[in-house]
Every structure is written in C-alpha cells, then in structure tokens.
C-alpha cells in the first residue's frame, strides 16, 4: 500500500458541504459526509456493519444517519443509536469516524490514527489571510493516475518547458538548471530564467512588454500539497531571489487527494499579489490554468496506463529528478514508520478483544 | 462455489420461448433453448465440443441445432447427428441436456444431475388454478448482485419500512418483531401490523378509509423461490392469523434464479383474490411492484459493490437476521452435500473412461 | 506466452504512415512509427526510458523524437540524443528499435531479434508485379480474439459452407473432403468442389451460367499471413488442378498481426487476374469481403468469450482439423525454438552488465 493515512488530505471546499450525505473516498477508504445543524462536519465510515450497504444511501434524520435498508442508526461519533426490531446496541455496532478541520474554506480530513491528528499541522500561509492578497478557489481535477506521479509533477519544473509551452513555459528555460532543497516537512524545487520574453500567463496578466525575470519556486509538503509560487518581474529591477513579492506573484495550491491507487482529485486554487478583488481576472486566471492542467492530466494519465503494463527495464533518473526523487524516498518513509506503528496497534487491538 | 445444482430454476415464463434458438446462462452455465416441433421445451450445453462456438450463433434445423462454424449437428437428446467432412460420428461429440418442465406458463429448468430430476418438487400453489384467485406474470428484473443477497431479501420482512416506506412499507412496522419458523424446504418469516393506517399500496387496491391489520409472509422456497403473502383487512374485523383469505390478499412471487456470482434474474408475477379478471388492476399493480422492486435492486447492487472491497470487519447479526440466518445455513448445507455427491460421481467418471 | 517474435508482421499499409508519430501495438509490444525526411519508416519502442510517457504522446523533431514531458528526444536510430537540463547522455538512455520493411506498397516490422531480421525472409508473390493481375489493397479487420484462432480460420476450408453461406461459400460444399499438405513455411488445406452451382461471389464477378469447378486452396505462411487462392471455371473445361489461372482466379490475403492475446488485426486485400484496372470491381469486391469478413469476426469473438470460461471437457478434434491442428503445433515449435534461444540471449545480457 502506497498511503500515508496519518496526513489531513482535502476533502473538498466547504462549499462542498451541506446537509445531503455526501460519499468520499480518501486513501481507499468510503467516508460519508455531512454538515450538522452547529455547522461542524462529520465524516463517517461509508459502510453499515450490518449488511454493508454505503451510509451515503440512507437517509440523514438530524445529526443521525439512518441506514436505507434496515434501519440502522448511528450518531456524529460513530456510535449506534437505534437498531430497529431490538433493544439492545450490541458493542460492535458503530462505524469510524474520522476527523474534520476546516480552514480558509477548505475542509481537511485525517485519515489516520485519530489520537495524532493536530489541526495545528495543517498546510498554511499568512497570505491566505494578508489582504494585499487575493485568494481564489479553481476547482477539482480528476486524474486516473497515483498520486504519487501527480505530486511528483508538482516538485518537478523541468517538465514546464515541455508540457505547458503555451501557457505557463517556454523554451527558454528548457536548459536552465533546477536547484533542490529539502527539510522534513518540504521539498523545494527552483528555478530562475532571466532576461526572457513573457511566457503566455503574464504576458495576459503582468502586462509586461520587455524581458522579465521569471522564477518558479515547486514547494511539495508532505505529504501531497503543492505550492507553486511563480512570477514575473521586469529584468531591469534585477530582482533578489527573495524579493519575489515586488514582481508579480501567484501561488498556485494544489491539494492532492489519494482516492484509490488509480485515482486521484487535485483541488487547486490560487493566492496571487495583483488583480486583488477583480473577479473577472480570477475567472480568466482559472481558464488558463485549466487549460494547463488538462495538459497535465492527459500526461499522468498516459503514464499511468504505461506503468500497467510489463517493465523490461528499470526506468533511468536524470539530473532534474531530483525533486521527485526525494519526495519517493520521503513518502516511503512514512509509510514504513506507519505500518512499524500499525504492527503494535494491530497486536494491541487483539489483545484488548480476545 | 455457491450454487446449489440439484434444483428447478426459472428460465423465464412459457410465452418467451419459441422457434427461434434463445441463450441464457443459469448457475453459471449457458444454455440454448428452443421449443420443438411438438411443443416440448428443449435445453442444451450452449457451447460446440468442437471449437466452443455457442450452439445458439449456429441454426435450427427441424428439430436440431446446426452449429455455425463447421455445422456440427445435435438433435434435442444433445448426440451429435451429423460431422460434415466425415461419416463417424465420435462418441465425445455430444452437448449436456437439461432437463424443463412448464407449469402455469413458467418454465423451469434443472441444472443438477438428471437422474434427480423430479417435476413433482417444482413449486405449486393451489392458488394457480383457483378461480377465485387471479394470476399475473410481471416482468424479470435483472439485479447485479449475487443471488443470496437477493434471495435473503425475501425472507426479510424488517427491510420493508426503510425500502420501501412509499409503497409497501409503513414507519408503523419499524419496530414490529419478526418470526422465523423453518422445515427442511421453506423458511418463513412473518409479522404484523395491527390496527395501523394502510399502506400505499392498500390504500390504491384494498380501498380501506380507516385502519387495517396488516400482515407480511415470507416463505422462501430452498433454493431460491418466494412467497410473499401479504395483505389487509379492517382493524374491526379483528383477524386471525390464519383468516387471512378473509382479506385482501396478495402472493408476490420471486423465481431468484443465479446466474453467475455477479448477476442474478428475479422473475416476479403475483397471485391475488381482488380484482379478479381486472386487466387494469393487474397493470396497475406491476407499476407499484417495479418501483418497490427497483428500491430493492438499488440497494442490493450497492451492496454488491461494497462486497468486493476489503473488509475489514465482520458484518454483524442482528435480531431480524434469524431468517436469512437460517437460509444460508441451509444453501450451505445443501451446497456441502452436492460436494460430496459430485466427488462421488467425479470418481466413478474416472473409472468409466480409463 | 503464445506471439513467434522472430517474424515480420504487418504494421499497415505504405499510405498509413506519413510525417505524423503513430502508435501501434504488435505481439504485446507498443510502437511508435513515423516516416523520416529520407522516405524511410522508423519503429521505436514507444515508450520514453525516463518517465514512461510514450513517445508518441510526444513531438517530432526533424527525424527525432521529443518526449512530451521532460523533452529527452531520441534519434531514428533510438539513441538519446539530448537530456534537457544536462550535458551527458547516459548510456541507459535508448529505446528499442525495430526493423522496417515496405513492399508492394505493405510495411512489415521484424519483432524479434534484430541479427535474424532478413527482408528476403518476407512474403511475396510474382503477380504482385504482374501486369496481368490486379492488387487491390482492402481494409484492416479488427477482431477482439487471440490471433491463432484467426489463423486457424485461414486454413480451415471446412467453415466456408456455414459461415458464409451467402456469399463464398454453399451447401454444395458442405461434405467435400480437404486435403492438407504442409512443409517447413506452408501448410495449405485445399478443396475442389466440382459441378456445382456458383456461389453468390462468381455469380457477379465470373458471369457464370452454368455449372462451375469451385475451388478453395488455403495457404497459411508461418506464422500468420494467409494467401486463399478460389476460384471457379466452367465445368466444360475439366480443369486440372494446376491450371486454375485459366479460370477466374482470386488470391484474397490475409496478414493477421497479433497485437495482444485479446486483440489481432487482419489487414486484406486481394489480388485477381480479372477485371484488371476496373477499380468500380475492386470497391464491389471489398464490399463482398467485408460482408464474409464480419461473419468470421462475429463467430471468432464468440468463441473467444467462450474460451475464457471454465472449461469442463477437452475440445474434441475432427476430419476436417488437419490443417489448423498442423498449424497450431508448428507455431508452438516456432515459440520453443524462441523460448530456448532466449534463455541463452538473457544469461549473456546478464554476463554483459554484471
């Protein structure tokens, strides 16, 4: 299994969610969801232990969900409230539940071990709420692709050159190198082209009409939020590397959700530094992005048919994958801590019911 | 594998059956099928010994079936009449028959071994040729879903009021208790419900005003034949349990017959002792059960789906389970006795032909 | 596995390939074709060393190709001949290549092992170039089956009665005896069906009144390109069997490309030696074959559902499968032979890289 479970991953918008049950699946795992009348969100197991029929078939009657076949009843914390036709709640009748933060209008779900879920790790930026920003949600890309070769791509701005040559590259940078550095948490990938034309986003959208500099900052948290900070500025202000705020500069967010191992939902949106409070702007920011990510996803979804089939050789690495490289090893060391702890808990749940 | 062999099954009712070569599969076995020049019914393997081209691609010849590759022909006892290009006829080249029986205009197949083959075990209700009762073919609902989920569903008074609480069920039943009795052929579940207001469907056919007792029987048939008697009489009348002629009175039946792990046919018609020759009744009737009977195949499929996914969890039994309980219990028993027969007849197969 | 890899097999027609990248798959191995500025054709393994994307999701470049996602570009000669982003081309940088053939206006890809690959070794025939035939090129048939059942069908004169009644094929046929000869290449199964009406095909193109001598040679060139010589003659004349040019003589081709054990391809065309440079004959005939040819696909995909069922008895065997039971057994020697060859060419490539 290729899942970090002890992560929150984003569910959706809180525009998303309202009163109707709403079916999920995260990490391979069905959640029913539903807002409740204080407003918090429930994410339930999507499964009645009884006949295994999906919750997110039944119907919601308060803060309960009653299931649609017998009857069964469960709360916001899982438990069992009603089995129709008896008295007593037998212990094993409850579904997981799982925990739920929402943020800047975003919700996150944990779907690990809930004793370590902390809403203070939760991805976040200061300019989410710095008013000489504007943020703006895009929407949700669907990709029959792991989620690992969709994050990848997100720590990885040598592939620009080549995928999105109409829109957020050119080939201009196709030979300039990527810089990579890495704490714990991030992994970021860098890049500057000086002296260049405009690439197509700013030639719309910074009105530039000489040479700018252009940078791309691919900045991957653990384990699958992506902030893409790139910009433009004019090459005569010969801007420092950390003076990026004085071009003009978009963050690119994209919250990437394992759904199964051949599916996953990036919901993107972006922050930027300009056009602040202009609607029509974010909208025809969010045609061109689409324009790029259907690049995107045409390109993951290949390979992912590709890596279905037979492999006679070990792929090759090249200089540029240093990014994903060390985002593969990263997530792989997750996952081992993860079912290193899994073990003891597993043992420790035998335990408790024999 | 979980078919029970040694059994009658439905293929469909006596009017889908004609001239022409009719494929279908039963257990996980095609069949082809075609009614003779005197009336007889005839099935046989669907599949050529030769090069495994299903009989019913090929041709009817009187009463044979020419196969539509290399013409090999069989005539309705499954030998091999004629091999064009050559004048012996080998002794391997022959296809299974199967023996069919029609009675009241539906016909069964056995799938089992022929020498246990007996018309008299084929279901009957006296009800079939009793002028005071009408009968109504419906229509053969086709449900991806394993058969013993269908087939439990029938034995299942307590799913009622949450599937179908439009229709046939009421909020008034939820917690009525069920009772389960079995002998070694029929499992019946039953309830009622007294003194409460009609349900949809009494409301439209019984044209009750005020309150009535409401009964629900569940006979399932092993393997896979229900009954379900249910009805209503006026609250005043105060009936008893085995009165229920007294009332308004319907048998719906269900001819649940598999036909692969996946994919199952319900054939459901009813018997009634309203609205006797009432044409439009009977119309009108076959609209309510197709929704009730699409509440329940809704269900069933999702549940279906979410068999295939990893469990985690062992569902758990509740009180109204007894009777579906009870009914795989025993498919299992008649299952583990077919196995041990079959291993028997497997060995004197071997020694026959070596 | 069941594909001989050291053969030539049709990719297409000349006209097929042009400037654009073309993917295709023969024997399970994905291809990516293209015709360089020289006029020559080109087959890469499509699929990029580096991140798997095939190469024909990419661009070209003069004679080269451009991944489409990080921009390594390949040579027609397969090897790397850049990395964006650094200097040194490794030397794991390569895809495979595959030997391209055109002839008569047909490609053929060796599949094998490029020392074997021998362009003499491809099939022909003399009236290609003679100006008393015409060759035709038809269509491409595709056919979800296992290419040896194709094959088979094209040495089988047995099936022509029952499969194409209407149009190659009669009742006239139907007990004939085939005769089969087979050498090292060739096997060929043939039958003459002497006095007969003529079949629905000579009855437009031969303009024949009267009784014909009918005959059927099928020639299976190992492993899987199919010449059926038919024809018919006037009775009257008697003709011998080696003087069939004096007669209306077709020679419909059959090059049945194995893509995957699910899925082959036939491309057809025919040569005649009537009707030469009639190209209103030519369109009539196609739509002829196409007729004959659907029936084969729908009888060769049904059997193909059917053999991935269980089965429960061994296929039985008849007169009339001399030439496809030849067939079978000389492709799995072809395969042994490979198999064997392979092991030695695996522990050498061992040897090389330890």
New interface residues.
Partial sequence: MSFVRNAWYVAGWSSDFGNELKALTIV?Q?LVMFRCADGALVALED?C??????LS?GKRIGDTI???????TFGRDGKCVR????DNL?A??YVETYPVHEQHQIVWVWMGDPDQADPDDIFDLPEFSDPAWQAHQGSALHIKAHYLNVAENLVDP??V???HPTTLGSAAS?????HVRANDDIIVAWRWIRDAAPVGFFQDFGGFKGHVDRWHYYSLHLPSTAVIDFGSADTSLNLAEDDRDAGVRIFALHFVTPVTEDYTIDHWMHLRNTAVGDSEASERMDRMFEVAFAEDK??LE??HL??M??QK?R??????DKGPTVYRKRIRDLIEIEVTENLGAVRSTFVQHD
């Fill in positions: 391979d069905t499964r232990p009884h006949r295994q029929l999906p078939k009653q299931c649609g076949y017998h009857g069964m089995v129709p036709g008896q037998p094993s009748a040598a592939h050159s080549f995928v196709e030979n300039v190198p990527v045409a390109i290949a390979i590709e890596e089939r037979p050789r792929p090759i690495r090249l200089a540029i």
